[in-house]
């Protein structure tokens, strides 16, 4: 495993347990088996640092909103089906997102603002496709909806979020919800 990488998981946790704020280089250092100055080799400091968990997530998430089929139903079920996998297996840097983007500084949080744009962008495209009868501002609500649903999963007890075939249930209902999006 890469140093970086190191320093990304060790302040990932850190970031969980203690909060962005609460976390110092020491820490984060110590984790990752390094010194907190031995940290600034690698990132100019805690910022940089949570803006390149960010961003790699962000990296993510994009990947995954790229239509793959002729069936645009068949698109948004794959999607739904991988952000649903995305919130239980990163749950952790899914509650720092939900927890800290607020603590995303300049010029970071510019460049993340835009990704997200796109990143939202792209699933009202996704939903747009599917429900064409839906006007933008149900397409937008829906959105903001599918969103909510899925990311809310790194907050629930563990054991629901292992629930088994949860990318299943959490796409069916989904689905389902969606297709009131359509109707007058």
């Known amino acids: 495993m890469s140093t970086d990488r190191r320093i990304l998981e060790a302040a990932a946790a850190v970031f969980h347990e203690r909060g962005f704020h609460g976390a110092g280089m ?83 949080k510019r460049q993340f603002a835009r990704r997200r744009d796109q990143y939202v962008a792209r699933w009202e495209a996704a939903l747009s496709r599917c429900i064409p009868a839906a006007d933008p501002a149900r397409v937008s609500s829906g959105t903001q909806g599918c969103l909510g649903l899925i990311f809310s999963i790194a907050l629930w007890p563990p054991a629901v979020a292992g629930t088994p075939n949860l990318g299943d249930l959490v796409t069916a209902m989904l689905l389902s919800g969606l297709d009131g999006l359509g109707s007058a």
């Open 26 to 108: 020491d820490e984060i250092g110590s984790r990752a088996g390094l010194t907190g100055p031995a940290l600034y080799r690698h990132f100019s400091g805690k910022d940089e640092i949570l803006a390149t968990l960010f961003d790699e997530a962000m990296d993510e998430l994009l990947s995954a909103t790229a239509a793959m089929h002729d069936d645009p139903r068949r698109d948004l079920d794959r999607l739904i089906r991988h952000h649903v996998q995305f919130a239980v297996t990163r749950r952790h840097l899914v509650s720092i997102y939900q927890r800290e983007d607020r603590s995303l500084v300049d010029p970071w």
